[in-house]
């Protein structure tokens, strides 16, 4: 049936539901049972056998287990006597390194799937005679659904009742222009854009509001019959990962060379060119290889970057894009409202002017205790006005405490009313609206026409700016005066001193059958509003300010107010006077207008255009942008800024779409919170990565001199060269050192000086030349002490000390240097400051992880059956215990005096 042809009250007859009940519990899960839930066609999270699968298609992953083809091969060929130890240890090792990244990227993928599941969106619906907010997916076929300005149009909905709807069809039609809707029939032959009694889902409220019944939902949509388009895009990589991606890429080619040098310098000292020999050296060079570049790298950070969603979700932070969390460590300004965000939108009427007289007004916030100093016809009918030209409620509770339903200046106005002692609700029930023009951010007004006993008056309120010039007389009915205009205006910039914000309003009679038009307005008064900061906000700009971070606040506020507000929070610098207007910024292009966004700090009556036009320049200064957003108008900024923030309490469903971030909250410190998280996310990657390489170049630089000495000193066991590692003991190694340690980085905490350091260069390489030189540094010093022990304990070497047998002397040297290995990762708990600064202690995750790998390769130096099998010997006690104390300082020490010289240079 196409709905769209029939007037409202036949489709209200079709769905059996009236404007005042809505549909009934049972009939909405009859509905539900018939039509299921409104939501497209979810594909859901990749299959576990998919997640474990995806981990056998990395080329390395490959190329190891062409190496146990070949381990088994050589082995057949050898006679086939025993196990086939080589082969069976690269599997092992190859299913254990598929199995950790299979958890770890399933356990993230958990994890945004609970993250996604907590932005569900809402919908104000009727059912059995309620107003209820519940999830999108909840919507039935004859549901009747409030829609406001800024609201996503959550099913396929005819308009039976609505005041000057506009909708963004972009969606579906590719025109970015607003479409105006009216309840009514349309031809049943009429296109998308032609059905202009309809809202279809997934597009926007620009304007207005009104009810509509829905029709269609989940598949059965119009964005449900092309959702196979919107479902088949892929994410994007993050910057962080496409850098790791080359990063890994040239190291594996690097180390793959180096592994094919050391291959042909075993075969030249073996002198000899068999099939057994080019087996060995084939799956030797491709282990070493492969140990070298880290193979587990992506789905470490895909933890990382979870772990660090899942912590900001528990900060009032939800992440909508993971890319979000790496980005928000590069912010180097952040662009915020005042409303709110600053300020604690609690909004309360301090202060009156009539004709002339100052009225204050006592109490705070939404408590309904208070009085006004002085009252009269004109005070009264001021209030009546603020109270008829809003909308929203007040739920109170026994304590004369209320909660604030809807907009928090209309509320201010309800809690005047109750405090001057007249009833908001018989006001309005008197009073009955008729039509309405609602308010817009280049309106910055709203007016409300309503009708007691046949006569019909227009309420209005808004900035003095915008209902100033239409007003023509006074609340006598006389001509307003100069004289009474610049008073007025003295008011409101008297007002806007003191951090109050000025409404005015005002009023007219609308004679029958005369449009409602704002014009010829009586003049009532000023009300003053006071939403004063919140405590916290000067701590956290002081944060940011030692952090590097600009903070600039964009208001559509007065100046005067913004500058109070901005002062008091620390915002304004000394040479800083007054805030910046979007009159003064409309005429700027390029050089001169970055000239004053590098100057000013608080920037005030601006619009949305305005405030895209503010970041845009910012972005072009090379700046990365962070900004809050809670309005329609918004959303432009918000998916331009690099992190886009929008509000979780008091921002509309469009803001929310194009963000990146939502705050549950609205704080502003909240924001600062999410940088530091960021910057804590990013810092326990690089250490990861850091870490992790000065291991496996370490490796790779013994494995390297240690064949080109024993080439050089003949050194040979069982007839061939003694190579210092096997491929079964080198892939335990890089198991052991590099899956539960890096684990434990990614869960690292915050350090003391996170927030004093300068925001980094998203363009900068993830490791810096001095964190470079720290893994070149650290890694030889994990060869030397490797090569010098086989040098020290094998006969023929140039300081032999003691003669252990030559599979002894392997083993003790492959027990130091896997301890060696996660020793060293306390050396990248602080890329900057040495262990014993205490700037940042380990964490316990890390001190565990080191444990657990350590007890592990004891375990195996201990048991004969494991030793064996990875053709290692059984150690000593006094060994073991006199590598295990002198290793640490050997590791550390080196290592912490290269951050102290780098430090003092």
């Given at each position: 049936m196409r709905f769209a042809s029939l007037q409202p009250n036949e489709i209200l007859e079709h769905f059996e539901v009236?404007?005042?009940?809505?549909?009934?519990?049972?009939?909405?899960?009859?509905?539900?049972?018939?039509?299921?839930?409104?939501?497209?066609?979810?594909?859901?999270?990749?299959?576990?056998?998919?997640?474990?699968?995806?981990?056998?298609?990395?080329?390395?992953?490959?190329?190891?287990?062409?190496?146990?083809?070949?381990?088994?091969?050589?082995?057949?060929?050898?006679?086939?006597?025993g196990l086939p130890t080589d082969a069976i240890v690269i599997l092992v090792i190859v299913l254990a390194n598929a199995w950790l990244g299979f958890s770890q990227e399933y356990k993230a993928e958990q994890i945004i799937r609970e993250l996604q599941a907590s932005t569900k969106a809402t919908a104000q619906v009727l059912r059995d005679g309620r107003l209820l907010q519940v999830e999108q997916s909840e919507l039935v076929p004859g549901d009747l659904v409030q829609l406001q300005e800024g609201d996503l149009v959550p099913a396929d909905l005819i308009l039976v009742n609505g005041q000057h709807i506009g909708a963004n069809e972009s969606?579906?039609?590719?025109?970015?222009?607003?479409?105006?809707?009216?309840?009514?029939?349309?031809?049943?032959?009429?296109?998308?854009?032609?059905?202009?009694?309809?809202?279809?889902?997934?597009?926007?409220?620009?304007?207005?509001?009104?009810?509509?019944?829905?029709?269609?939902?989940?598949?059965?949509?119009?964005?449900?019959?092309?959702?196979?388009?919107?479902?088949?895009?892929?994410?994007?990589?993050?910057?962080?990962?496409?850098?790791?991606?080359?990063?890994?890429?040239?190291?594996?080619?690097?180390?793959?060379?180096?592994?094919?040098?050391?291959?042909?310098?075993?075969?030249l000292v073996e002198g000899k060119v068999d099939t057994p020999t080019l087996l060995r050296v084939c799956m030797f060079s491709v282990a070493l290889a492969v140990a070298a570049?880290?193979?587990?790298?992506?789905?470490?950070?895909?933890?990382?970057?979870?772990?660090?969603?899942?912590?900001?979700?528990?900060?009032?932070?939800?992440?909508?894009q993971m890319s979000a969390v790496e980005t928000l460590g590069s912010v180097t300004t952040i662009v915020t409202d005042k409303?709110?965000?600053?300020?604690?939108?609690?909004?309360?009427?301090?202060?009156?002017?009539?004709?002339?007289?100052?009225?204050?007004?006592?109490?705070?916030?939404?408590?309904?205790?208070?009085?006004?100093?002085?009252?009269?016809?004109?005070?009264?009918?001021?209030?009546d006005c603020g109270v008829l030209a809003s909308g929203g409620s007040l739920e109170k509770d026994s304590q004369q405490q209320a909660t604030a339903v809807g907009d928090p200046m209309d509320a201010a106005f309800l809690v005047l009313a109750e405090k001057s002692g007249r009833n908001w609700q018989t006001l309005r029930g008197e009073w009955k609206e008729i039509d309405s023009l609602p308010f817009s951010s280049e309106r910055a007004r709203v007016s409300i026409l309503r009708e007691r006993d046949g006569h019909r008056q227009l309420f209005v309120k808004g900035s003095c700016d915008t209902v100033l010039p239409?007003?023509?007389?006074?609340?006598?009915?006389?001509?307003?005066?100069?004289?009474?205009?610049?008073?007025?205006?003295?008011?409101?910039?008297?007002?806007?001193?003191?951090?109050?914000?000025?409404?005015?309003?005002?009023?007219?009679?609308?004679?029958d059958g005369e449009e409602m038009k704002e014009e010829s307005l009586q003049f009532l008064g000023l009300a003053a509003f006071e939403d004063p900061p919140r405590q916290e906000v000067r701590e956290a700009v002081e944060l940011c300010q030692k952090a590097g971070i600009r903070v600039l606040?964009?208001?559509?506020?007065?100046?005067?107010?913004?500058?109070?507000?901005?002062?008091r929070v620390g915002l304004l610098e000394a040479d800083e006077k007054q805030a910046l207007t979007g009159a003064e910024i409309a005429e700027l292009e390029g050089e001169a207008l970055a000239q004053v966004t590098r100057k000013h700090h608080v920037f005030a009556r601006f619009s949305p255009q305005q405030k895209l036009k503010l970041v845009e320049s910012?972005?072009?200064?090379?700046?990365?942008?962070?900004?809050?957003?809670?309005?329609?108008?918004?959303?432009?900024?918000?998916?331009?800024?690099?992190?886009?923030?929008?509000?979780?309490?008091?921002?509309?469903?469009?803001?929310?779409?194009?963000?990146?971030?939502?705050?549950?909250?609205?704080?502003?410190?909240?924001?600062?919170?999410?940088?530091?998280?960021?910057?804590?996310?990013?810092?326990?990657?690089?250490?990861?990565?850091?870490?992790?390489?000065?291991?496996?170049?370490?490796?790779?630089?013994?494995?390297?001199?240690?064949?080109?000495?024993?080439?050089?000193?003949?050194?040979?066991?069982?007839?061939?060269?003694?190579?210092?590692?096997?491929?079964?003991?080198?892939?335990?190694?890089?198991?052991?050192?590099?899956?539960?340690?890096?684990?434990?980085?990614?869960?690292?905490?915050?350090?003391?000086?996170?927030?004093?350091?300068?925001?980094?260069?998203?363009?900068?390489?993830?490791?810096?030349?001095?964190?470079?030189?720290?893994?070149?540094?650290?890694?030889?010093?994990?060869?030397?002490?490797?090569?010098?022990?086989?040098?020290?304990?094998?006969?023929?070497?140039?300081?032999?000390?003691?003669?252990?047998?030559?599979?002894?002397?392997?083993?003790?040297?492959?027990?130091a240097l896997v301890t060696a290995r996660l020793v060293n990762a306390f050396t990248f708990t602080d890329l900057e400051r040495g262990i014993w600064s205490g700037a940042t202690l380990p964490n316990s995750y890390l001190i565990g992880a080191v444990l657990f790998s350590w007890l592990l390769t004891l375990g195996l130096v201990s048991f004969p059956v494991a030793a064996d099998f990875f053709g290692l010997a059984i150690l000593k006690f006094h060994h073991v215990l006199y590598a295990t104390l002198t290793i640490p300082a050997l590791v550390l020490l080196p290592s912490n005096m290269v951050k102290f010289w780098q430090r003092k240079r």
């Open positions: 009236t404007l005042e009940s809505g549909l009934s519990q049972s009939r909405v899960l009859e509905k539900r049972k018939e039509f299921g839930l409104n939501q497209l066609e979810d594909r859901g999270p990749p299959s576990p056998w998919k997640i474990l699968l995806a981990q056998f298609q990395d080329l390395m992953v490959l190329i190891l287990l062409v190496a146990t083809a070949v381990a088994f091969f050589s082995w057949w060929m050898d006679g086939a006597e969606l579906l039609t590719g025109e970015s222009v607003p479409v105006d809707k009216t309840p009514g029939a349309v031809t049943e032959s009429s296109s998308i854009p032609e059905r202009t009694n309809e809202l279809f889902a997934g597009t926007t409220v620009t304007a207005g509001k009104g009810v509509g019944i829905v029709v269609a939902t989940g598949s059965h949509t119009e964005l449900g019959k092309i959702a196979h388009t919107l479902q088949t895009t892929t994410s994007e990589e993050t910057p962080l990962e496409k850098r790791l991606d080359v990063l890994g890429r040239q190291i594996g080619w690097g180390v793959l060379i180096l592994s094919v040098l050391i291959g042909g310098v075993v075969l570049v880290p193979e587990g790298l992506p789905a470490v950070l895909t933890v990382s970057l979870s772990i660090g969603a899942s912590k900001l979700a528990k900060n009032n932070v939800l992440c909508r409303t709110g965000t600053l300020t604690k939108n609690e909004m309360t009427v301090r202060s009156l002017y009539c004709d002339g007289k100052t009225i204050s007004v006592s109490g705070d916030g939404y408590h309904l205790e208070g009085e006004l100093s002085h009252t009269d016809e004109q005070v009264e009918a001021l209030i239409l007003c023509t007389t006074d609340f006598e009915g006389r001509p307003l005066t100069e004289e009474q205009l610049s008073a007025i205006r003295k008011a409101e910039h008297s007002f806007a001193e003191k951090a109050l914000r000025g409404l005015a309003l005002a009023r007219r009679s609308v004679p606040m964009c208001t559509g506020d007065h100046p005067k107010t913004a500058q109070a507000i901005a002062s910012l972005i072009e200064q090379g700046e990365v942008v962070a900004m809050t957003g809670d309005g329609v108008n918004d959303a432009p900024a918000l998916k331009k800024v690099h992190v886009g923030v929008a509000m979780g309490k008091s921002g509309t469903a469009v803001a929310v779409e194009a963000s990146d971030l939502v705050l549950t909250d609205d704080r502003f410190n909240t924001i600062v919170n999410a940088v530091k998280e960021g910057r804590v996310v990013y810092g326990n990657i690089q250490r990861f990565i850091a870490f992790l390489f000065s291991g496996n170049f370490g490796v790779v630089v013994a494995m390297f001199f240690g064949s080109l000495l024993a080439g050089f000193f003949d050194l040979r066991y069982n007839g061939t060269i003694l190579l210092p590692l096997s491929a079964a003991q080198i892939l335990w190694m890089n198991l052991v050192t590099d899956g539960a340690p890096a684990l434990a980085f990614a869960m690292g905490r915050s350090s003391e000086h996170v927030m004093t350091h300068p925001p980094r260069n998203p363009k900068d390489p993830i490791l810096s030349k001095e964190i470079w030189r720290l893994v070149f540094s650290s890694g030889f010093v994990l060869a030397a002490l490797f090569l010098t022990l086989l040098d020290l304990l094998y006969i023929g070497g140039v300081f032999t000390v003691v003669e252990f047998d030559p599979v002894y002397t392997r083993t003790l040297a492959f027990y």
